[in-house]
């Protein structure tokens, strides 16, 4: 099954989509998230800049940029699934089916290009990264997040080994998944210089992501009204939490080790 149609025939796995197209890059509820937010609010766009978010699902963080600055952006995507709802309830986000590796913009038309969750389903993944610093303005930054081809002795890791499928859900295949200094090197070479390198979730904190996601979807599904209440829980647990369990898991970011890795550089001017 190809990426496309496997998201074409699923959800965008984005909770609270309605209550968080609104919040300025405030609020979250994994800690892999709030790692996110800190890159997004580093990038310091005016009301008149465009992003492009490549993969964007139903563009949730588009509308929360336009939140926090008025900026505005294009969720462009192949699954169809997220780009109606992009149409149909985005705030700030235009919906353009497209390819990531021939992206249909002329060079330098973004203030800043994102990438969440979606290399590690390109199989040519270094030419998306390529496309994405093309069409980044000179100065312009480019937040990618990507599922880590270093993810050794992580607790996702150890599940396969004991057998838990931990790829079906998320159309993971772990040799597609990127190398952080590959994912660095390629940026360079395409005339982007790297400033932030973040390894995500490793241990401790992928489980309590991991839980924190199950209770999310639950709610958005079957109990919606308690959505803000959540946030506000979720939001206060993440931040209170993200410093003592992100320091058990020094040992493997000592080793770059981790489920996911998180990349800010900024095209050359």
Do not use: K
């Not at 396969?160 to 390629?186: K, M, N, Y």
């Amino acid at each position: 099954m190809s990426a496309r149609t496997f998201f074409d025939e699923r959800p965008p796995n984005a909770p609270f989509a309605d209550v968080l197209r609104r919040d300025p890059l405030a609020r979250a509820y994994r800690i892999r998230d709030l790692a996110w937010l800190r890159a997004l609010r580093e990038l310091q766009l005016g009301a008149d800049d465009r992003v492009l978010d490549v993969g964007g699902a139903n563009g949730v963080l588009l509308d929360r940029l336009h939140a926090r600055w008025g900026a505005r952006g294009v969720c462009a995507d192949l699954a169809m699934r997220g780009l109606r709802e992009v149409g149909a309830r985005a705030i700030a986000a235009r919906p353009v089916c497209a390819n990531a590796l021939r992206l249909p913009f002329a060079d330098a038309a973004f203030a800043a290009a994102l990438s969440f969750e979606t290399l590690e389903h390109i199989p040519e993944w270094p030419r998306a990264v390529a496309e994405l610093v093309r069409v980044t303005r000179p100065g312009g930054r480019i937040v990618i997040s990507a599922v880590s081809a270093r993810w050794r002795y992580t607790w996702d890791w150890w599940l396969t080994r004991i057998g838990v499928d931990v790829f079906s859900r998320a159309d993971h295949d772990p040799l597609l998944f990127v190398d952080p200094d590959e994912l660095a090197g390629v940026l360079e070479r395409a005339g982007a210089r790297v400033i932030e390198r973040h390894y995500l979730n490793a241990f401790a904190t992928l489980i309590f992501d991991e839980i924190m996601s199950v209770l999310a979807i639950g709610i958005d599904r079957w109990g919606r009204p308690l959505a803000s209440g959540f946030l506000r829980v979720a939001d206060a647990l993440v931040r209170a939490l993200s410093g003592p369990l992100g320091a058990t898991e020094s040992p493997w970011r000592a080793r770059r080790r981790s489920n996911s890795v998180l990349v800010v550089a900024e095209r050359e001017r």
